[in-house]
């Protein structure tokens, strides 16, 4: 019995000593930045590491807190949980255990971050706007199968999403799923040049593309450039 109780009191201290070290050391986030190789990183979270330190991290400062109560998630890491959600589509329970921190937690961390990304939208995707950038956006795409013209490919893909409800929910019904049928302007380095989501995934690609707008300036001679896109037959 006295060798019980001395195991007793063992634990029982052990416990009391973890209830007292700073909340710091129980909340150690490892830094994906760090663990992860160049490759590794750009599979996960569909960015390069540049791109998420130089462009899309400053954008972020405003979700930090001045007095830092509390041992908030530092804003890298709330950044990079929310692009592992948007690359992935993981479930908000797993982006969490990923990342040391729980599921309520993701939850509130993602809604901000695409909040303050969709309202820089404007400032970086567009179509190249100067002669010089169209120029040079042409001689680019002619570089890779010496195809002249082309200032941008275009595409249509479908983001599942649930049923909407409502009165026309079969309007969104991309087969056996509900979806938005999202159209984008790619340009020679793959960026997003431009982004139409707001059509249901019911919509024909060519359909989207008309309603958009783009095909104007270029059917009516205004702009002697090309759009490149596959198209779809129907057997």
Known sequence: MDDFY????????????????????????????????????QERYR??????????????IRLSKPD?????VP???????????????IYQKD????HGI??????VIVKPVAEILAGELRNYVRLP??????????????GIRQFPGVVGCVAGTHIEIDSPGGNVP???????????????IAGRNLEIQDITVRYPGSFHDARIFRLSGLDIPFERGKIHRIILGGQWLPL
């Open 170 to 184: 079969e309007v969104y019904r991309n087969k056996k799923t509900f979806s938005l049928n999202v159209q984008v």
């Open 102 to 107: 729980s599921q309520g937690s993701v939850c």
């Open 68 to 72: 830092n109560r509390g041992k908030p």
């Open 75 to 89: 804003v890298m890491i709330k950044l990079l949980i929310a692009l592992r959600f948007f690359a992935t589509g």
């Open 6 to 41: 001395e195991f007793y009191e063992f634990v029982q201290d052990v416990v009391e000593r973890s209830r007292r070290l700073p909340r710091r050391y129980i909340r150690d986030f490892a830094n994906p930045l760090e663990h992860f190789s160049d490759r590794q990183f």
């Open 95 to 98: 982006n969490g255990d990923i």
């Open 47 to 60: 960015f390069q590491k540049r791109t998420v330190v130089e462009f899309l991290y400053p954008l972020m």
């Open 129 to 142: 706007l100067t002669h010089q950038q169209k120029e040079l956006t042409k001689q680019k795409f002619c």
